[in-house]
């Protein structure tokens, strides 16, 4: 019998229960155990859920508070040192490790948090050094293992691999120069063998044991790493599936074909071309092969042809017994259920798949490659041949006159008229910008009142001509204050705008917006991304009426302010019937018409904000040119329509720009800002290395604390950036958006800017 398997649930809860609750315990409105028991009552229902589906191998254990790679260093005693002494409980500890803890006369910043591989969630990386102490502090595996036998249910309790805990993590403040974490392999399996025995004593017959690492180039690496670590876990545990996820093994399955686990689950929604060389590799083992052809990270109903044309082949290959259809990863990247969306239309949710729906495909399609005779399978294998017929139909009707569009785009709409050094000339002429020009990113401080009116206005409880007398009374003032604060070139601090991403896809066809279509981000934050359906085009002018408002109320020249095709992309859940790609063009070219539209009104600046190029970033590198190549040209795409006069802007969320560099410089953006790293000039001396033309405004403080710059600690920072840079070049800006931000800091902390920035013009005339 082919068996099913969920390799881990959403763990929020179907209406955000944990978050409300680990909020009401920050907020101490509930105590300890009233937190432990909405988790565990939100567990519970989750354990059910999939079962009720009839799947095989339910998951245990892979359920967080606030992440799981938290939970499991805090479980292997990886607590760096500031977080202890201050007398705070280990739950206490542990949510000061994932967000920070300013109370009682404790204060310690979070953990830094990364992206977890190539997802919008984020984790919270471990610090590791020479002397970390591995303990096992509890067994949650077990735990969760025994919570879910007692109401009945066997299942597969879910690890992360010890490899891949040590990929993810860094060298801690104490560790030695050169100190990498996975030297300390030896000195974690103990620990690992413990936990497993633990599980194996407690009945568990398999476990899952997640290697995402795997999936990655520098795996190849670690081939002895592996080979070591499963022959001494191996023994002791359970049987072990070995999960990879996100992406293919490519040359790692060689080594990792021949490690001693019972069971291998390799990623057939992004990597289905994998599937005959893992056969391959396997056949000739005992290995149980786990294929994931639902996928955990989109939302579309699978088609179940294509994968059980899949398994089929591997049924062929290994029997029935060898083979578990399964999702591709944790489906802790999709929402929880159909259920609760009550506006969709029913065309519209015949569409889609979230996580309790795909619970019960990867149920049927094990059942179908089983050879069951079941009336409800068959019924639900028809209906499924149905909605896939129809969403087939209804991309192919799209928008022909957006695809020829896209078909016929030429290499020169992607080319400024002029070079940067023409370009230059005329927009300093046109601007009228001082030396040192100062700027900030965009957004100003999102207020109470702010989001209570848009609440308001979704409610229907004020009139739209109310709410938007209410927006330009925002504007006003945020434009007075710039003007007050001596800043040059103005934004009008976009009060209108819910999210950067949401904004735009609410006024694009193509977009459908969930009621509760909830994933998380990290933490306690949760976000709803919208879902591109079908061919994307501008109805009309999305930004201008606001843009030309707030310049309409200056001299001072208005920057006009956009989210960029890939930003939008990635954030957005993308379709899976054509490329992103050619999402990225159809979204560039709405946006082209925008950036026009808005130099037509009389706009002389346009920030076209791209944060999301990095992290868009396939997970190997062989796979990085092809993706640069179209990003960048989306962005080009969007921004070059316009005559020299007008100033494009970028900004960018980080500062790792050392290997994608030749990419940015090729953007052609008039201006970007970027994320400058604390008080290193490093990431300046990159870009004076490779020869940066264009025009650059590194943040000179970072907004990301309340905390307010002194204004020498602004003119040493811009004295610094001088050493390296021309002073033609340079912009005086914060170093991200002030939407999270107080009035008051914003205040003080723009003042002192433009005090520096002054100083500067004197300084170096
Ligand atoms: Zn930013």
Known sequence: MVASSVLGFPRIGANREVKKAVEAYWAGKISADQLTQAAADVRKASWQSVKSKGVDYVPSGEFSLYDHVLDHATAFNVVPKRYVGHGLSPLDVYFAMGRG??????????????????????????????????????????????????????????????????????????????????????????????LLSDLKAA???????????????????????????????????????????????DSNLKFVAKLPVAGLHIDLDRAPEQLDATLEAVKATDLVLSLGVVSGRNIWKTDFEAAIKLGQKAVDVLGQDRVIIA????????????ESEKKLTEEQKDWFSFALEKTAEVSTIAKVLSGSQDAAVAQALEANKTSIAKRREFERNSDDAVRKRVAAITPDQLERRSPFA????????????????????????????????????????????AYEDFLKKEIDSVVRFQEKAGLDLLVHGEPERNDMVQYFGEL?????????????????????PPIIVSDVSRPGPMTVKWSSYAQSITQKPMKGMLTGPVTILNWSFPRADISRELQ?????????????????????????????????????????????????????????GVTDALQTHSHFCYSDFDDIFPSIQRLDADVISIEASKSDMKLLKTFKQYGYSNQIGPGVYDIHS????????????????LEILPDSLLFVNPDCGLKTRGWKETEASLNNLVAAARWARGTYA
Do not use: C
């Open 101 to 194: 803890r300013q109370a009682d006369g404790v204060d310690v910043p979070a953990s830094e948090m990364k992206k977890w591989f190539d997802s919008n969630y984020h984790y919270v990386v471990p610090e590791f050094a020479e002397d970390t102490d591995f303990q096992l502090k509890f067994n949650k595996a077990v735990e969760e293992y025994n919570d879910a036998k007692a109401l009945g249910i066997e299942t597969r309790p879910v690890v992360l691999g010890p490899i891949t805990f040590l990929w993810l993590g860094k060298p801690s403040k104490e560790a030695r120069p050169g100190f990498q974490p996975i030297s300390l392999l030896q000195k974690l399996l103990p620990v690992y063998k413990k």
């Open 706 to 721: 309340p905390r307010v710059p002194g204004e020498q600690e602004i003119k040493d920072r811009v004295s610094a950036m």
């Open 422 to 465: 023409v370009r230059q000339e005329v927009q300093k002429k046109k601007l009228d910008l001082p030396k040192f020009p100062t700027t900030t990113i965009g957004s100003f401080p999102q207020t109470k009142e702010i989001r209570q009116a848009r609440a308001k206005l979704g409610k229907n409880e004020i009139t739209e001509e």
């Open 584 to 640: 990225s063009k159809q979204l560039a070219l709405a946006l082209r018409d925008e950036v026009i539209d808005l130099e037509k009104a009389g706009i002389q600046a346009i920030q076209v904000d791209e944060p999301a190029i990095r992290e868009g970033l396939p997970l190997r590198r062989v796979d990085w040119d092809h993706y640069l190549q179209w990003a960048v040209d989306s962005f080009k795409l969007a921004t070059a």
């Open 327 to 338: 999702t591709s990863s944790s489906l802790l990247h999709t929402p929880v259920t159909l």
């Open 508 to 528: 694009l066809n193509g977009f459908v917006f969930t009621q509760n279509g909830w994933v998380q981000s990290y933490g306690s934050r949760y976000v709803r």
């Open 203 to 249: 009945g568990a017959e398999w476990v899952q044991i997640d290697e995402p690492v795997l999936v990655l180039d520098q795996a190849a690496h670690f081939e002895k790493e592996f080979t070591t670590a499963y022959a001494e876990l191996a023994p002791v545990a359970p049987k072990i599936m070995l999960t990879t996820y996100f992406n293919r093994l």
